[in-house]
């Protein structure tokens, strides 16, 4: 058996060949295809509309440009059956195709829309969506039990709002298939296991965006009875803001993204920080102006005290002043100044008050201003006393 070479091609080539091949092949230049249309986004910056038509088994990526966009005799919506004709387009750098839809016709609601519109009737008939169902969640979680796929942006753009604001919350990744046929089931077991451990006072069941498609699992009855059922607190952040699936209905708050699910139970501990904050800057304010007026008190007291003192000190210098020219006056040394003199009896120190005091050769010491005169009494003579 003889072996041939392969033959080899850039990845450039080969998309280039497999581009050449399908655009031009008349076989797929002029083709219709019926299904359901799904995930529809509009693209304003392109003028271009891109969707999925599906059979219920298998999908078929669209792209519809806004020229081709005006001309349908309807709006295309999410849910509908149509039928598209147009030509197969390769993307060359994306190795990718799409359907390039030309033109549309209506045939009405979808199979897979009639079925979930029948299953929402349903379960809006018995109940299961009423608001007296619901349970309030709690203003201030202790313990959230997060039903989600571990490591998914979805997970990381919850905690990281929770840790932010409410870094007290504990929060315990519950691990669950959120796409695909084993969804449904591992989402309720999941949900099982939340409602039985006692340590969770909410729940949250959480998923990114995806195309309807990959968000269908979330309109399993099944999963839509559990979450009903369940008497904790249930949070359901399912897809983007437009996305809503059965699960939404019937939890008792749906939340338009993983953030916002995130600011939803954080929401009170976030303003009560808040309260506390201005509180705490209130007080300090307060405190201060407190501060500042009893600083302004202290220093006109002190002021006052100051002065009370100054006036004291001075009249307590004058007063010493007249005091110390009194004692000055009576001071029998300050007469000596004047030209007085002071005489004792030399030997005894006895001062000498009367001619009787002495006799002839007692010797008398006289004091006066600059010394003493030592001298001896050679005679006394009385003195005549004034009638």
């Keep these: 058996m003889t072996q041939t070479t392969a033959l080899h091609y850039s990845v450039g080539e080969l998309n280039s060949i497999i581009k050449t091949m399908l655009e031009e092949a008349s076989f797929f ?28 088994t298998a999908q078929l990526s669209c792209v519809l440009y806004q020229a081709q966009l005006n001309t349908l005799p309807f709006p295309l919506k999410n849910g509908v059956s149509v039928t598209v004709q147009g030509k197969l387009k390769v993307f060359h750098r994306k190795g990718s ?8 016709t209506l045939n009405g609601n979808g199979i897979a829309h009639q079925q979930l519109e029948k299953l929402k009737q349903k379960l809006l008939k018995e109940g299961l969506f009423d608001a007296s169902n619901k349970v309030a969640l709690p203003k201030y979680p202790k ?9 998914s942006a979805a997970q990381h753009d919850f905690l990281k709002i929770t840790q932010c604001t409410a870094p007290c919350i504990d929060i315990t990744v519950i691990p669950a298939v959120m796409q695909g046929h084993n969804c449904a089931p591992s989402v309720s077991k999941a949900l099982l296991y939340a409602q039985e451990n006692p340590d969770y006072d909410a729940i949250v069941l959480l998923r990114g965006g995806g195309s309807a498609e990959d968000l269908s699992a979330f309109n399993e009855e099944i999963l839509v ?15 983007h803001e437009i996305d809503y699936t059965l699960v939404d209905f019937a939890s008792d708050q749906r939340a338009e993204t993983p953030t916002a699910a995130a600011q939803l139970l954080a929401s009170h501990y976030q303003s009560l920080s808040l309260h506390l904050r201005t509180t705490l800057q209130q007080l300090s304010q307060r405190l201060e102006h407190i501060l500042l007026m009893k600083k302004e008190e202290l220093k006109q ?18 007063q010493f002043k007249v005091y110390t020219a009194r004692l000055a006056n009576t001071n029998p040394l300050q007469k000596l100044e004047q030209g007085f003199s002071i005489c004792r009896i030399a030997v005894e120190g006895v001062p000498v008050r009367s001619i009787s005091d002495v006799g002839i050769r007692t010797l008398i010491e006289t004091r006066v201003s600059d010394g003493v005169i030592i001298s001896e009494v050679t005679a006394v003579t009385p003195v005549k006393s004034k009638k």
Excluded: M
């Design 143 to 151: 313990h959230i039990g997060l039903i989600t796929s571990p490591g």
């Design 301 to 318: 007291n002190l002021d006052r005290s100051a002065l009370l003192i100054n006036t004291a000190i001075t009249e307590k210098k004058s």
């Design 97 to 104: 195709y799409v359907f390039h839809v030309f033109t549309a």
């Design 225 to 239: 009875r559990l979450i009903a059922q369940c008497s904790k607190p249930i949070v359901t952040a399912i897809g």
């Design 29 to 56: 230049s002029n083709i219709s295809v019926s299904g359901e249309v799904s995930n529809l986004k509009h693209y304003a910056l392109g003028k271009q509309t891109y969707f999925n038509l599906s059979d219920g």
